[in-house]
């Protein structure tokens, strides 16, 4: 694919990761929050693309990818972010109290209705796991004006109480107003997901978010280059007898600098 990342319809060419995307997998499912972080061209959006969606979808998970928008021209943050569940949501099956959601809601709020939950066509129930790749633009393309820095901060207190499964300070007011409010939501619910992916040279920011959002150090995975033997892999599989073992090995040999397959670091991008 050469500089491409892979994807769901370009997964039977994808070779060298079963390790990662399978201890990334365990991750996503034992907490709410994941963050997995490495250095740029080590395939971190093929390895979710077409490693680990496909696996979590087989397993009852409803993938959505998120990339948000901080520009003038576009919705609040937590409004695409619903929009984006609410596209793919449609695609995969149906919420069953349809109509519940409110405008201007939290994500919290959107992600907790009183037996709102996600169906496939078979009646089975649906996890919802939001995809943030590329999370680093929060700290490079939102912060080029006060605008942006105002949006990505708004975004940034919406998601921490996501993932720290902690009612907003908006909802708490509105509930020592209006006990009945209490009747709409599942304080107790946490069936869904979420998973950041950012350059390793952005974990520094990430971690000054921590007052805020304490998972983010608690459950995280970090992508190394692959070994020799993982670049064999991507090398040998895909081809399938097109080439040889031993033009294989000195690809991958080339590849890391000329370092032997026992001690090889390889980079996914260059092997590509």
């Known amino acids: 694919l050469g500089l491409a990342s892979f994807t769901e319809e370009t997964r039977d060419?994808?070779?060298?990761?079963?390790?990662?995307?399978?201890?990334?997998?365990?991750?996503?499912?034992?907490?709410?929050?994941?963050?997995?972080?490495?250095?740029?061209?080590?395939?971190?959006?093929?390895?979710?693309?077409?490693?680990?969606?496909?696996?979590?979808?087989?397993?009852?998970y409803c993938p959505i990818y998120v990339r948000v928008d901080y520009g003038r021209d576009s919705p609040?943050?937590?409004?695409?972010?619903?929009?984006?569940?609410?596209?793919?949501a449609r695609r995969s099956g149906e919420w069953t109290q349809v109509g519940v959601a409110a405008a201007g809601e939290s994500l919290w709020e959107y992600l907790h209705h009183r037996d709102d939950v996600l169906l496939d066509e078979a009646g089975n129930t649906l996890i919802p796991l939001l995809i943030f790749d590329q999370f680093e633009e929060i700290f490079t393309l939102a912060?080029?004006?006060?605008?942006?820095?105002?949006?990505?901060?708004?975004?940034?207190?919406?998601?921490?109480?996501?993932?720290?499964?902690?009612?907003?300070?908006?909802?708490?007011?509105?509930?020592?107003?209006?006990?009945?409010?209490?009747?709409r939501f599942d304080f107790a619910r946490g069936d869904y997901r979420v998973l950041i992916a950012l350059r390793e040279d952005y974990l520094a920011p990430l971690e000054g978010l921590k007052s805020m959002m304490p998972s983010i150090t608690q459950n995280r995975l970090r992508?190394?280059?692959m070994t020799g033997t993982q670049a064999m892999a991507a090398v040998m599989r895909p081809g399938k007898g097109l080439?040889?073992?031993?033009?294989?090995?000195a690809i991958v040999r080339f590849v890391a600098g000329g370092a032997e397959l026992a001690n090889a670091e390889v980079e996914p991008s260059l092997l590509s």
């Not at 990662?20 to 034992?30: M, P, Y």
């Not at 004006?145 to 720290?164: K, N």
């Not at 080439?243 to 090995?249: L, N, P, Q």
């Open 13 to 60: 060419y994808f070779y060298g990761r079963e390790d990662e995307v399978a201890e990334l997998a365990r991750r996503v499912q034992r907490k709410l929050l994941t963050v997995l972080f490495g250095q740029s061209g080590l395939g971190k959006t093929s390895i979710l693309r077409a490693g680990l969606v496909p696996r979590l979808r087989e397993q009852g």
């Open 76 to 88: 609040e943050p937590a409004e695409q972010i619903k929009q984006a569940i609410q596209r793919t």
């Open 143 to 183: 912060q080029s004006d006060d605008f942006g820095r105002a949006r990505a901060a708004t975004f940034i207190a919406d998601l921490a109480d996501l993932v720290e499964n902690r009612a907003p300070k908006e909802l708490e007011a509105r509930l020592e107003t209006d006990d009945s409010l209490a009747e």
């Open 223 to 225: 992508l190394a280059p």
């Open 243 to 249: 080439v040889s073992e031993e033009v294989a090995a």
